[in-house]
């Protein structure tokens, strides 16, 4: 059964870093690209990162790119958001989604992802 599953959200000041890890249960990072969303309340799903599975390349939103850093560990089957100058804008509940493919084309697109993690809360104070 392919599912991601998250963790790492917390609670951290402005400008404080924090770590989300997605672990592929039941898949492998060199056939499936995960994508990283976040979706804060009365607002749609924001698609924040991506990276390939084909090369590990990596694709980020303007909103965050430069502070977040996504990255994969292909022994540990692991993909890990490191995200840095956190802002309050910054606050959202995280998912890491998942779908068969070689390039993140279209990665913003949430109805691009077949499977989906059961997101993680994250909460920047000012």
């Known amino acids: 059964q392919v599912r991601p599953v998250e963790s790492g959200g917390g609670l951290v000041q402005a400008g404080g870093s924090l770590r989300l890890s997605c672990v592929a249960s039941?898949?492998?990072?060199?056939?499936?690209?995960i994508g990283w969303f976040r979706q804060a309340p009365g607002k749609d799903r924001e698609g924040v990162s991506c990276?390939?599975?084909?090369?590990?390349?990596?694709h980020y939103s303007d909103s965050v790119k430069g502070r977040f850093t996504i990255s994969r560990d292909i022994a540990k089957n692991t993909v890990y958001l490191q995200m840095n100058s956190l802002k309050p804008e910054d606050t959202a509940v995280y998912y890491c989604?998942?779908?068969?493919?070689?390039?993140?084309?279209?990665?913003?697109?949430?109805?691009?992802?077949?499977?989906w993690g059961q997101g993680t809360q994250v909460t920047v104070s000012s």
């Open positions: 989604a998942a779908d068969l493919g070689a390039y993140c084309s279209g990665y913003e697109a949430p109805w691009n992802y077949n499977y």
């Open positions: 039941g898949f492998t990072l060199d056939r499936y690209i």
């Open positions: 990276i390939s599975s084909a090369d590990g390349s990596t």
